[in-house]
């Protein structure tokens, strides 16, 4: 793992235990000079430049995770609205060969979900050895958009019971043990936490609105739920500080500046990876006899 991968994860890893303000995270920090390949004119432009590099250094890794049929990494990516998530996504897994990715999204439950817990149907998804898989959203919904809006728990189907903080409290611990299961059996876990300013979710909001080629992109909903705003922060921040953990770290990115966040997310995935140590298999002496007589065969049928 290069330089630029360890700095980028010390500076945005919330420490496990740790008593993580979402205030003391700039959204706009463009990741310090000294993170980014020196040698171009501006941070934009350096971010760019790690861009590719990780992009190129993840298709390399990809290959050797899909050879080596050993680990899978699960990449989850929560946000605001209008934060970057599916941007982030499209860019930094631009050259990654889509035979080894998923990409899911999860919408509203169906009723057959939810007669089931409610980590179910994410388990559905986890990606098999060898493929990386991306939760655009996840189970970390289930602290998130359900705490401000208890009523959705109704909805749930859950015996009755005390739905106070002691409730968020196992949810946690669920999410947690469920982590730590699928690490201990090869998944890679890596969580991202786009963290936008309500100025720039603003901003963006209303490009949305007063470009035509982005109407399809707003919508009404997300105008509600920014009037929860501070309370979404409060949730965040319970979350980064109960589900943090060593197995399973989150990174708190600043999505102010897309080419920030997309460089920052590139190069922890693909340095990540790299650290794995995979190698591509060493055929046995039986694979070698097949390759050879396969070799004959061929050569033989012409």
Request: positive net charge; contains cysteine.
């Amino acid at each position: 793992m290069s330089k630029h991968h360890h700095r980028l994860i010390k500076r945005y890893r919330v420490p496990p235990g740790s008593r993580i303000r979402i205030r003391d995270h700039n959204p706009s920090d463009a990741g310090g000079d000294d993170l980014l390949p020196r040698g171009s004119e501006s941070v934009k432009a350096r971010a760019e430049e790690l861009l590719e590099i990780s992009r190129e250094e993840l298709a390399r890794a990809q290959e050797l995770l899909w050879a080596s049929d050993t680990y899978s990494v699960l990449v989850v990516v929560q946000g605001m609205d209008a934060s970057g998530k599916d941007g982030t996504i499209k860019h930094v897994m631009s050259g990654v060969s889509p035979q080894g990715c998923d990409v899911h999204s999860f919408a509203t439950p169906t009723e057959s979900e939810l007669d089931h817990t409610f980590l179910w149907r994410y388990f559905q998804h986890v990606p098999e050895r060898g493929r990386i898989g991306l939760f655009n959203r996840s189970y970390y919904e289930d602290v998130l958009i359900v705490k401000v809006h208890p009523e959705m728990i109704a909805a749930q189907r859950l015996p009755p019971g005390s739905r106070g903080p002691r409730f968020w409290r196992d949810r946690y611990e669920d999410i947690n043990a469920f982590e730590r299961h699928l690490v201990r059996n090869g998944t890679v876990i890596l969580k991202f936490f786009l963290n936008v300013s309500k100025a720039e979710q603003q901003r963006r909001l209303l490009q949305r609105i007063d470009a035509s080629e982005k109407h399809w992109k707003f919508s009404a909903a997300d105008l509600e739920e920014r009037s929860y705003w501070d309370d979404y922060m409060g949730a965040y921040q319970d979350m980064l500080r109960a589900t943090s953990t060593e197995w399973a770290p989150w990174h708190v990115i600043p999505a102010d500046h897309k080419h920030v966040a997309r460089a920052s997310i590139a190069a922890i995935l693909s340095g990540t990876i790299r650290s794995l140590g995979l190698k591509l298999p060493t055929p046995t002496p039986a694979d070698e006899r097949r390759l050879r007589l396969a070799r004959r065969r061929l050569i033989a049928a012409d």
